[in-house]
């Protein structure tokens, strides 16, 4: 039986930035990823204002400057009576005021380039866990999908809100009901349109436009379950929508087909404990987020962060007992921004989007939800959507063992 130190169960930016950390601080760690590679069409795209600071901590920012991205600094609405800005990243006290729009594999690539120059980290792809191992009541290792198995003194799952990790687990789940779902799909953009963030309110309908510069990753909200009837009729109702909300994508949707639309699941839980003896539960495997404001990744990260700070000395001393009480210890310190964003995001389904949804009248400046309403009228107050959005409510640092100077752009050839 193969055996590590830590084993982190999924390669998405939690995982990755958490095997980075542990092996900056001597311990051996192994990362599993199921895919064979990163290029996949990722739904979160965005990189956030804290996480570029961490990037910058850990000596990564030269790397990441060289990366394709498109800087987004304000969050815009247009209405039917004209346009609105709601947030504004400009006014954050931060190194990088802004969220970059780049796709997240190049974002991966980064994290484990820099990982793998650390001689206690290991990247292991297209190795897909099926299960746990146990002995008595310690998760003792991961059960691979080839039948292997390899023994670890913690394994932590930051494998999605489809965690096979938390499903065998057995951990308990709180969910909340979410009214929406989300159709997700590409529009060509042109030089001329719009920039950055862009949501287009109005007639039912919301429409979320990102600028990923020859594209716009677009998310259209629906009502929950509403995605079958919607694929029932002709794909021409969603293209003759689009162009009604925003005329200026006419002529460039010929092309959109239902197969071109995902549809996201929109999902709101959270375990009530994310760790056991020998398991860690981190990311959307401990908290799945609404795309609202895109900031599933951001708390992943820095629950990744908060993780790495207090794990790395447990796992240098191999002491079961202080690793189980550092994963307690994550959960303490991370619940709170959690419960935090997540009652947010249930109160804006509930309060924003679904009177928003069932207004099929024109909206102007006077008749959009009064938070909008008030960022508008008191623009200072745009703050407050840009550090939630951007920065969140309680972001985490590097601890000095993974920082490092800026590092040269090239790898250092092993």
């Known amino acids: ?108 690539d980064l994290l484990a380039t820099a990982a793998r120059e650390e001689p206690s980290f290991t990247l292991r792809m297209s190795t ?35 965690s096979r990790v938390r499903a065998d687990s057995g951990l308990p789940l709180h969910r909340y009901d979410v009214p929406i779902d989300v159709e997700w799909f590409r529009v060509p953009r042109h030089d001329d349109d719009p920039d950055g963030g862009l949501g287009r309110i109005g007639r039912g309908r919301f429409l979320v436009m990102l600028d990923r510069g020859d594209y716009f990753q677009c998310a259209l909200i629906i009502g929950k379950g509403t995605d079958a009837r919607l694929r029932a009729g002709s794909v021409q109702a969603l293209r003759d ?19 071109d639309v995902k549809l996201l699941e929109v999902s709101l839980d959270r375990l009530t404990r994310w760790s056991a ?67 947010a995001q249930d109160l804006a389904h509930r309060r924003v989007l679904v009177p928003m949804l069932e207004n099929a009248q024109e909206l102007d400046a006077a008749t959009v939800p009064w938070p909008i309403r008030m960022v508008q009228r008191f623009p200072a107050l745009q703050w407050v959507p840009a550090r939630a959005i951007g920065i969140g409510v309680l972001p985490e640092h590097a601890p000095d063992f993974a920082r490092r100077p800026p590092l040269p752009v090239a790898a250092p050839s092993s």
């Open 241 to 259: 929508l689009l162009v009604d909300l925003n005329p200026w994508l006419g002529g460039r949707l010929d092309d959109l087909a239902w197969d």
């Open 128 to 162: 897909e866990v099926a299960g746990l191992v146990r002995t008595g009541d310690r998760v003792t290792g991961v059960r691979l999908a080839d039948g292997g198995e390899i023994a670890a003194d913690l394994v932590v799952a930051c494998d999605g809100r489809d």
């Open 277 to 343: 003896p020998g398991l860690l539960c981190l990311g959307d495997a401990a908290h799945a987020m609404s795309p609202m404001g895109g900031v599933g990744i951001n708390l992943a990260v820095q629950d990744a962060v908060a993780a790495a700070r207090v794990l790395a000395d447990p796992l240098l001393a191999r002491d079961p007992a202080a690793v189980d009480r550092a994963g307690r210890a994550v959960q303490r310190r991370r619940t709170p921004p959690t419960v935090v964003t997540q009652t």
């Open 1 to 108: 039986m193969e055996r590590t130190t830590c084993c982190v169960v999924g390669g998405g930016p939690a995982g990755m930035v958490l095997g980075l950390m542990l092996a900056r601080a001597g311990v051996e760690v192994t990362v599993l990823e199921k895919h064979g590679d990163f290029l996949r069409d990722f739904r979160g795209d965005t990189v956030h204002t804290s996480t570029l600071t961490l990037i910058d901590e850990l000596g990564l920012w030269p790397r990441f400057e060289q990366l394709p991205y498109r800087a987004l600094t304000r969050a815009r609405v247009r209405l039917d009576a004209g346009e609105i800005t709601i947030g504004d990243l400009t006014r954050l006290d931060a190194p990088h005021p802004m969220v970059a729009m780049t796709p997240q594999w190049n974002l991966l």
